[in-house]
């Protein structure tokens, strides 16, 4: 579904992305990891088309060039929600569907995913001041699904949650991607979420994809900058920045 090739993006003297090459296949969960600055929310903006990369291509669905025809296929749940505050929680989650649906559909439609992540209807007249961090995120998560999307894209979905909060996110995320056969890809420092979320890991180092294979070889991988990130050790060949 989604294909990189080559991807090349510097900002600058500061050289990000130094020839990015991942395949993503349709209908799977492709989890990106890797350390702070390496580029990972960069890879995602690069699809998205905010940053136009300096050189190689982006294909999705065999498709390159333009990202303007493929917005409506995506859904996104940003870091920390990124809710309109001013909006209540439904019209947050409709924001899409009420330019293309009535009023009263894209409510509709609201409801029954803020179900779906386990939100009951009286939240939906609530607005995001009122609601603790996990609550917004899964109003989050809803906005992210409200339009049936194809390929979904998750950034770091469980940061500034407790663990048990984290869990709950984490399953919701797994159902709801089984569910809708979509494409995903995520960035997260979370093990735990790539252990639960992830059919396929790909590490991004020195702006490359450094190592990239199904889950269950994650902990046999034969990288050294794999296996020094993903047990948090602080020797190895990643230099901890201090």
Not at 20 to 41: C, E, N, P, Q, Y
Not at 55 to 73: C, E, K, P
Not at 84 to 94: E, G, K, R, Y
Not at 227 to 233: C, S, T
Request: charged share 20%.
């Amino acid at each position: 579904m989604i294909t990189f090739s080559d991807v090349h993006k510097s900002f600058g003297a500061n050289h990000v992305l130094r020839g990015v090459d991942l395949h993503v296949a349709r209908g799977t969960s492709m989890v990106i990891i890797g350390g702070s600055g390496t580029g990972k929310s960069v890879t995602l903006k690069c699809v998205l088309g905010l940053v136009t990369p300096d050189r190689g291509t982006i294909t999705v669905d065999g498709q390159s060039g333009s990202r303007d025809a493929f917005l409506s296929r995506f859904g996104m749940l940003f870091q920390g929600a990124a809710l309109f505050d001013s909006l209540p929680v439904w019209q947050n989650v409709a924001f899409r569907l009420l330019r293309t649906h009535t009023k009263a559909d894209a409510r509709a439609i609201a409801l029954d995913k803020l179900r779906r992540v386990g939100l009951k209807p009286e939240v939906a007249d609530l607005y995001p001041s009122d609601l603790s961090g996990g609550m917004q995120k899964r109003v989050g998560l809803a906005r992210a699904i409200a339009a049936d999307p194809e390929i979904i894209f998750f950034d770091e979905p469980t940061t500034g949650l407790d663990p048990i909060m984290a869990g709950v996110i984490n399953d919701l995320i797994r159902e709801i991607v089984s569910e809708m056969g979509a494409t995903t890809i995520t960035i997260t420092h979370d093990m735990t979420s790539v252990r639960t979320i992830a059919d396929h890991v790909a590490m991004l180092h020195a702006g490359r994809i450094q190592w990239t294979g199904p889950i269950d070889q994650l902990d046999h991988s034969g990288d050294a900058h794999v296996d020094q990130f993903i047990h948090g050790r602080a020797t190895g060949p990643i230099e901890a920045v201090r």
